[in-house]
């Protein structure tokens, strides 16, 4: 067999089999969901998407002979690191045969890369951080993904932890269909209804024709919501109007509303329909359809929702506020009877409260994701058991 060769990503040929290798990874595997290459390749480079104003990538393939066996990205995210006061580096978007001597040498190259922009610690999967696409799949192969859910082969846990990567924090995906927790609804809906009454609560569903403004909005709760979770990271303007523009393509209006308490925006939600069967179908291709027309063409085809953020200022979670929202999902998760399944996720594994919360309501685990860690120069093998 001939030597793994890391080659760093510099010219087109390169991009493309950077890009192109996940199809013959995933070659026969029925869950496999292919990305849109037109998204990836955007995502990737540092001249089009926002993600990159203020951080650095490098892009390596792992080459045997003339075949391409491996990919991996190195990231390092300077909002990040300002804002935890940390020197971490990231790797992501990876992909590789069941192959260690691939797999190490491409996380060494990481390793190196990172190390050599003062890092000190090294992170990931995060494509490339924990506001897009994140974790490793290590539980539940048997189904395939949701929207902007990550998938990967078994092997791929191996490949992490014999390089010496250790558990960092996993994540949990939640489901519940339409026949689970019915009793449980309808307590909750009792429970919500007194608490509108009671309280000066109202929700509004998103305006779409004004749909700039309603992201700046959502930053501000999210950020509000969100800024003391382990991994949160904030989102530039320009990401959100990035990825605001990339949802509204595929949004159901009723799905994205706000909570006002006494006519303050104290809390959000964002639910999309799980397009992954229509990407399927496009094989990665986004031509003349694009990918409105594509849904509304595929639309039957569509079952499911996805869970894409859900949050509350810290000073209203205790007047059971959130309990309104759920409420107000369920009956438009009942209501709209072509979604068979939603999944909540991700949730960190131990945020018990509202793990238990959605349990509570019918939810069982059915994914888990993990991601992995490890000092920068601790070299590799089994170092952390």
């Given at each position: 067999?001939?030597?793994?060769?890391?080659?760093?990503?510099?010219?087109?040929?390169?991009?493309?089999?950077?890009?192109?290798?996940?199809?013959?990874?995933?070659?026969?595997?029925?869950?496999?969901?292919?990305?849109?290459?037109?998204?990836?390749?955007?995502?990737?480079?540092?001249?089009?998407?926002?993600?990159?104003?203020?951080?650095?990538?490098?892009?390596?393939?792992?080459?045997?002979?003339?075949?391409?066996?491996?990919?991996?990205?190195?990231?390092?995210?300077?909002?990040?690191?300002?804002?935890?006061?940390?020197?971490?580096?990231?790797?992501?978007?990876?992909?590789?045969?069941?192959?260690?001597?691939?797999?190490?040498?491409?996380?060494?190259?990481?390793?190196?890369?990172?190390?050599?922009?003062?890092?000190?610690?090294?992170?990931?999967?995060?494509?490339?951080?924990?506001?897009?696409?994140?974790?490793?799949?290590?539980?539940?192969?048997?189904?395939?993904?949701?929207?902007?859910?990550?998938?990967?082969?078994?092997?791929?846990?191996?490949?992490?932890?014999?390089?010496?990567?250790?558990?960092?924090?996993?994540?949990?995906?939640?489901?519940?269909?339409?026949?689970?927790?019915?009793?449980?609804?309808?307590?909750?809906?009792?429970?919500?209804?007194?608490?509108?009454?009671?309280?000066?609560?109202?929700?509004?569903?998103?305006?779409?024709?004004?749909?700039?403004?309603?992201?700046?909005?959502?930053?501000?709760?999210?950020?509000?919501?969100?800024?003391?979770?382990?991994g949160f990271v904030p989102m530039s303007a320009d990401e959100l109007v990035e990825?605001?523009?990339?949802?509204?393509?595929?949004?159901?209006?009723?799905?994205?509303?706000?909570?006002?308490?006494?006519?303050?925006?104290?809390?959000?939600?964002?639910?999309?329909?799980?397009?992954?069967?229509?990407?399927?179908?496009?094989?990665?291709?986004?031509?003349?359809?694009?990918?409105?027309?594509?849904?509304?063409?595929?639309?039957?085809?569509?079952?499911?929702?996805?869970?894409?953020?859900?949050?509350?200022?810290?000073?209203?979670?205790?007047?059971?506020?959130?309990?309104?929202?759920?409420?107000?999902?369920?009956?438009?998760?009942?209501?709209?009877?072509?979604?068979?399944?939603?999944?909540?996720?991700?949730?960190?594994?131990?945020?018990?409260?509202?793990?238990?919360?959605?349990?509570?309501?019918?939810?069982?685990?059915?994914?888990?994701?993990?991601?992995?860690?490890?000092?920068?120069?601790?070299?590799?093998?089994?170092?952390?058991?």
């Amino acid at each position: 067999m001939q030597g793994v060769e890391i080659v760093n990503v510099s010219d087109r040929r390169g991009w493309n089999e950077f890009v192109d290798l996940p199809w013959r990874i995933y070659s026969g595997d029925p869950n496999w969901v292919p990305p849109i290459k037109k998204f990836v390749r955007r995502l990737l480079d540092p001249a089009k998407h926002p993600f990159w104003k203020f951080s650095k990538r490098a892009l390596f393939l792992a080459k045997r002979g003339s075949q391409t066996v491996g990919r991996i990205a190195g990231i390092v995210d300077d909002n990040y690191n300002q804002y935890h006061r940390e020197k971490s580096g990231a790797w992501g978007f990876f992909e590789c045969d069941n192959d260690h001597e691939a797999a190490a040498a491409l996380f060494s190259a990481v390793e190196e890369w990172v190390g050599a922009q003062g890092m000190t610690f090294l992170r990931g999967p995060l494509n490339p951080s924990t506001n897009y696409e994140v974790g490793m799949l290590i539980q539940g192969f048997e189904r395939p993904p949701t929207f902007m859910m990550t998938y990967n082969p078994p092997y791929y846990v191996s490949l992490a932890e014999t390089y010496g990567f250790y558990k960092e924090k996993d994540l949990l995906a939640m489901v519940v269909t339409r026949a689970t927790g019915a009793e449980m609804r309808v307590m909750l809906n009792r429970t919500a209804q007194r608490i509108v009454e009671k309280e000066n609560v109202r929700i509004r569903n998103a305006n779409i024709k004004d749909f700039r403004a309603e992201i700046a909005l959502m930053k501000d709760l999210y950020e509000a919501a969100w800024s003391r979770n382990w991994g949160f990271v904030p989102m530039s303007a320009d990401e959100l109007v990035e990825m605001g523009e990339n949802l509204v393509r595929i949004i159901d209006p009723d799905l994205l509303f706000f909570v006002y308490y006494s006519e303050e925006p104290v809390g959000f939600c964002v639910i999309v329909p799980d397009i992954n069967p229509v990407l399927k179908r496009l094989n990665g291709k986004l031509g003349i359809l694009g990918m409105l027309k594509a849904s509304l063409l595929y639309r039957n085809e569509i079952k499911g929702l996805r869970g894409l953020l859900f949050g509350f200022k810290p000073t209203h979670r205790q007047l059971g506020l959130p309990l309104v929202a759920f409420d107000w999902l369920n009956r438009l998760h009942m209501q709209k009877t072509q979604y068979e399944y939603l999944e909540l996720g991700w949730n960190l594994e131990d945020n018990h409260d509202i793990i238990q919360f959605q349990i509570d309501l019918g939810a069982r685990v059915y994914k888990r994701y993990r991601i992995f860690g490890k000092p920068v120069g601790t070299g590799n093998g089994s170092d952390f058991d």
